[in-house]
């Protein structure tokens, strides 16, 4: 099994930046791809970055791309998010997940989540 805990929400004014944290542990050759997905008060739980352990590359959705920059500490076992320009349509609760497939972004692909942090972003 794989155990992910995200840690680092909270609240924010508009324009401020957040980051977010997220341990893994277990079987953690299981988890090919990284990734952080958000749902808010009243949307569908969206992906919107992705990385694998073994690449440099990432890739986002565009409704977070120039603003949010995902990255992993191999040693530590962690990825992390970074959120700058924070606007309150951001306010969600973020999941990071992890997959044994390379690239993908589709939910299903992800077996394994956390259980999301609150991030609230104030006008």
């Known amino acids: 099994q794989v155990q992910l805990e995200e840690s680092g929400g909270g609240q924010v004014q508009t324009g401020g930046s957040l980051s977010l944290s997220c341990a893994v542990s277990?079987?953690?050759?299981?988890?090919?791809?990284m990734a952080w997905f958000r749902q808010g008060p009243r949307t569908e739980r969206e992906f919107i970055a992705g990385?694998?352990?073994?690449?440099?590359?990432?890739y986002y959705s565009d409704s977070v791309k120039g603003r949010f920059t995902i990255s992993r500490d191999n040693s530590k076992n962690t990825a992390y998010l970074q959120m700058n320009s924070l606007q309150p349509e951001d306010t969600a609760v973020y999941f990071c997940?992890?997959?044994?497939?390379?690239?993908?972004?589709?939910?299903?692909?992800?077996?394994?989540w956390g259980v999301g942090t609150q991030v609230s972003v104030s006008s």
């Open positions: 997940a992890a997959s044994p497939i390379r690239w993908t972004r589709d939910e299903v692909d992800f077996h394994f």
């Open positions: 277990g079987r953690t050759f299981s988890t090919t791809t």
């Open positions: 990385a694998s352990w073994s690449s440099p590359l990432t």
